[in-house]
């Protein structure tokens, strides 16, 4: 595995809750509802009884599992019950806004990497989502597209397949993600070169992502996209020195 950031190819995403801040979404959504009902609710209890409510065995496709999950969590958080409340949460994704260092962080690595979307979400919404960032993608993976989704490995399967299509190995990929659960883990397990992106590193606990079984360490470790896009940057620059240094020693020698 490359420990150099500029030694690879491709950069592989998820993108709920690395680029799209859909703990924010879901949250502001589920404040307006309250709001309007009078009543008033905790955030990060939210996102405890969200991420219960997700992982059942019974889940959806996300995010129109979203309907599902506000019939379970409205009446523990006092919330108004009815389907139409859960289509409300489902539907506000189509305007989940990403993280403020999303956009222009992909856009930096765009000119550099060949950027591949790998999400969990439905292709309608990764559509949104897409749009939010930009659209700096050079190819997309959705759950409609894979029939499954991660940490499952034959999701990444399917982009591995796409690489080799290409002329690539897993060795040409460096896997970026913020969920310990669906990415690091498994794609530790599955020979890929990985970087965390620890979006809640100012938060207790995993908000409303699942907690993994067993914490990976990964690869490479920043706080945000924007800490990673600037490490790519200072690589690069520190690369065309060394190149610059190494010509005039040549000529002069």
């Not at 150099?4 to 703990?23: A, K, M, R, S």
Request: proline share 4%.
């Amino acid at each position: 595995m490359s420990k150099n950031l500029l030694g690879f190819t491709y950069l592989t995403f998820d993108v709920v809750g690395t680029l799209i801040d859909f703990e924010a979404g879901i949250k502001g959504c589920l404040a307006e509802i309250a709001t309007e009902a009078g009543i008033s609710v905790d955030g990060e209890a939210a996102l405890s009884l969200y991420r219960e409510a997700r992982y059942a065995k019974d889940a959806d496709l996300f995010p129109d599992d979203l309907v599902r999950v506000y019939s379970v969590i409205a009446p523990k958080l006092g919330l108004p019950a009815g389907t139409e409340h859960g289509e409300r949460l489902r539907d506000s994704a189509a305007r989940w806004a990403g993280f403020p260092d999303s956009k222009e962080a992909m856009a930096r690595l765009a000119k550099r990497y060949k950027l591949i979307a790998m999400t969990n979400a439905r292709r309608w919404a990764f559509t949104h989502f897409s749009t939010e960032l930009g659209d700096p993608f050079y190819a997309s993976f959705t759950a409609d597209d894979t029939g499954t989704e991660k940490p499952d490995p034959a999701f990444f399967q399917h982009v591995f397949d796409f690489v080799e299509r290409e002329g690539g190995g897993k060795a040409d990929i460096l896997h970026v993600a913020q969920s310990q659960y669906h990415d690091i883990g498994i794609s530790r397990q599955l020979g890929l070169t990985n970087c965390w992106i620890q979006r809640r590193h100012a938060q207790q606990g995993y908000g409303g992502t699942i907690e993994p079984a067993q914490f990976t360490e990964p690869d490479f470790h920043f706080r945000s996209m924007a800490e990673l896009a600037d490490a790519v940057d200072a690589a690069a620059e520190a690369s065309t020195a060394i190149t610059a240094i190494t010509a005039i020693t040549a000529i002069t020698a």
